[in-house]
């Protein structure tokens, strides 16, 4: 099998999304999206002391057309939705919310965040959704990080969480409605290992942190994402420091995008719609009550 090579780098450079500091690869200047995945957002947040977590976080919105997964670094995350869900989910862990036709959810830190050392660090991914599918069912799916299947490299020295998509004889938990694999991987320094990665799917993998080597293309730094031709099969790495990164890949949707805020369709007709929808309470209402 031949290796793929990195054709784009994108370093996650700080943006303010409404007073808070986020650090943001795409969707850049530079490029739109690298189908399906459409926005990746790492955030690291020192909460005040003795404030309320309650009024902590983002309160409640709505999302249609799409995926908004966020992945758990450090600390905690309380996801409250529409559909009456709750759930704090913890270092380690996902959530994985599929939009669909609309749902209302917050995302602040748990009651405890205090007693876990008072920050955060988030990765949330906005990750498309078929035009069969956007008008779905919304559905979410909370993992903590005992529940995520591990696929080990290296004899061990390389561990990669299997958040959804095959690999080898493992199976993600979260099913899709477009093929893609997406895997959280922690490697010790001096690590050799090989992903393998279908050959019709668009790739790429967001450095968290550490420092390593990629074959044919040479040493990667924390906080960039880099992206793969569609031609090979596999990337070969080399850890030099413990490292931490996201595995992105998946088959090209191919259809027409527009944006406005928390919702992703493909006409400007249909994002009206979503508007008017979620103004008459169609996508369901979030209240807090403490």
Known sequence: MSFKSVIKTFPADLVDMGGLPVRQPISTQNTEQIDPFLLLHHAKIK??????????GVGPHPHRGFSPVTFVLKGGVKHRDSFGNQQDIYEGGVQWMNAGRGIVHSERPPKNIYEIGGEQEIIQLWINTPKAHKMDQAYYKGLSKNEIPTVTFDNGNTEGKLITGNYLEQKGVIDTNSPMLVMKFESKANSKFEIKIPEAYNSCIYQIDGKMKIKDFGVTEALNLYQFDDLGEKVAFETIEDTQFLLLAGKPINEPLTTYGPFVMNNQT?????????NMGKMGILIEDE
Do not use: V
């Open 270 to 278: 249909e994002i009206m719609e979503a508007m008017r929808d979620y």
């Open 47 to 56: 909460l005040p002391k003795n404030g309320i977590p309650n009024k902590m």
